[in-house]
């Protein structure tokens, strides 16, 4: 018992690297998990240059950190970036460019599996989105309780700006945070919302003018719960989160075809590659190599 508790200290001491999903390149962790020993709040920041764009391996990062926060009675969950720029550019368009199919069927199995597991995570979660979250980055900020914003960086779901439409329960996302008026014409129109425009429409809660300061506003939410029962409080995010939660629980096999079909259609993927090809050049333009 004794040996338990102080096992249980000694990993909210220590800081938890999360060394499971390791970027193949440099061999650095996809996700960094550190445990505040005072507050017990888990912070996962996503580490994987250049933008976070979100692969298999990073997406089972998440999950794995999700579990393992759930595991060790952390009292909360931050989710922000290691980069100061972007906190997730979405998708990584490398899996959803030509893309090996069996590979292209995990990837979106992983993707359901790692917003199911961020909606669904017992403890109080909250973004600290210091740096641009577009799409599949929104989502992730989206799927918390509580988002906190640094000034001058863009957030939303921009798909139809590159020919997709999101799927059903991408959109359940942001009508849980926006009237639906405005998120209908948010998605028709792709548009990426200013920080300002942001917290003026309600999709994030509160500005912060640092990574810290975005941080320590994650914190107080987190701590606004002290008197919530744990379990009591969880029961009652499931219960609110499960009509969104089973729309696509119920039928995920019908979303991961649709979803194929969609992605490799001819018109989708020559849209995609245009828009890809158009990102690398602006970064190519901005290192002065063109
Ligand atoms: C019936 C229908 C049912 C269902 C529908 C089915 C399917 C729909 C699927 C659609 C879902 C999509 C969700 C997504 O998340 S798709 C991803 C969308 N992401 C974006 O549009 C963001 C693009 N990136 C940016 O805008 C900028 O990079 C950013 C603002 C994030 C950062 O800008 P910065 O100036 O700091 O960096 P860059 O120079 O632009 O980029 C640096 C390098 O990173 C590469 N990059 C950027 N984003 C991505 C990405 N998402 N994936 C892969 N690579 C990315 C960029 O090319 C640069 O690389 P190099 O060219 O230098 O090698």
């Known amino acids: 018992m004794l040996r338990s508790k102080i096992l249980n200290r000694i990993r909210l001491l220590k800081p938890v690297i999360d060394r499971r999903c390791m970027s193949s390149a440099s061999k650095t962790p996809l996700t960094l998990l550190e445990v505040d020993d005072k507050s017990g709040i888990a912070t996962l920041s996503l580490n994987r240059p250049p933008v976070n764009s979100l692969n298999i391996d990073l997406m089972n ?26 906190f997730c550019a979405g998708l990584d368009l490398n899996e959803l460019h030509k893309p090996n199919q069996e590979r292209l069927k ?19 979660t909250a973004a600290a989105i210091n740096g641009h979250a577009p799409a599949g980055g929104c989502l992730l900020a989206t799927a918390c309780e509580y988002r ?3 000034p001058q960086m863009t957030i939303g779901l921009n798909e139809t700006q590159f020919g997709y439409m999101a799927p059903k329960w991408v959109m359940l996302s942001y009508l849980s945070v926006l009237p639906r008026r405005l998120a209908e014409r948010a998605l028709t129109q792709g548009k990426l919302f200013t920080t300002a425009e942001a917290l003026d429409v309600g999709l994030v809660d509160e500005i912060a003018a640092s990574k810290e300061e975005a941080l320590a506003k994650c914190s107080t939410f987190i701590d606004s719960f002290s008197k919530a029962n744990p379990l009591a409080r969880s029961l009652t995010k499931k219960q609110i989160r499960e009509p969104d939660v089973q729309k696509l629980i119920a039928d995920r096999a019908g979303d991961l075809k649709e979803c194929l079909e969609y992605i490799n259609s001819p018109l989708l993927q020559d849209g995609l590659g245009a828009y890809f090809e158009a990102l690398k050049q602006k970064s190519r333009s901005k290192a002065g190599k063109s």
Do not use: Y
Not at 61 to 86: F, H, P, Q, W, Y
Not at 106 to 124: G, K
């Open 61 to 86: 990062s998440i999950i794995e950190s999700i579990t393992e926060i759930e595991g060790n009675k952390s009292r909360g969950l931050i989710l922000t970036s290691a980069n100061d720029r972007v």
């Open 106 to 124: 995990e990837f979106w199995a992983v993707f359901q599996d790692v917003w199911l597991a961020l909606h669904l995570c017992s403890v109080p």
């Open 148 to 150: 906190v914003m640094l």
